[in-house]
């Protein structure tokens, strides 16, 4: 469809004209993040913390995960793709029960920022896969996350966490 070809004045012609734009926009915008080391690449407290989220996620996979590994701190809270608000005592229970296994589990990250001296931010899409017994098993789930890292006694603990499911594959 060509803005010619709907009606003069209407709102599918602004819409329509808007396609090229939002396009070209959109094309450019992702060329220049592909092009470009990301901004918090010389964070140092930044990447101290993907470190520890890349190593959480790494033993959450291979059944590990501990409460060493993951790094709640003592007012961990997390409001879950299941609708729930846990601590993280309670997922640490979950997890270990079994009622959460992933058998994948891959991060984009979008942003990642410092907050000051003792918050850093992570957020973007995730994709996991969970395993055997879980519902939707196997099946790849895309979801958008946040989590927030705090400093507590001089380390770094994963302190908040928002996670809600986009699509099921």
């Known amino acids: 469809m060509t803005t010619s070809d709907v009606p ?8 329509a004209m808007l396609g090229p734009a939002v396009a070209a926009a959109a094309s450019l915008a992702t060329a220049h993040a592909q092009s470009e080391t990301p901004p918090w690449a010389d964070d140092p407290a930044v990447q101290e913390v993907l470190a520890l989220r890349r190593a959480g996620i790494e033993a959450m996979t291979s059944g590990r995960m501990s409460a ?11 409001n879950t793709p299941s609708n729930r608000v846990v601590t993280g005592r309670e997922l640490l229970e ?13 991060q984009r990250i979008e942003y ?8 850093v931010v992570i957020m973007g899409e995730e994709i ?12 790849r789930i895309t979801r958008r996350f946040t989590d927030v890292f705090r400093k507590e006694n001089g380390e770094w603990r994963h302190d908040l966490r928002h996670a809600n499911v986009v699509s099921i594959e």
């Open 8 to 15: 003069r004045g209407s709102r599918a012609r602004g819409l």
């Open 68 to 78: 060493e590994t993951e790094r709640y701190s003592s007012t961990f809270v997390a």
């Open 94 to 106: 979950l997890f270990a029960s079994g009622e959460i296994v992933y058998a994948h589990v891959e």
């Open 128 to 139: 996991v896969v969970p395993g055997e017994g879980m519902p939707d098993a196997g099946k």
């Open 112 to 119: 990642a920022g410092a907050h000051g001296d003792d918050l």
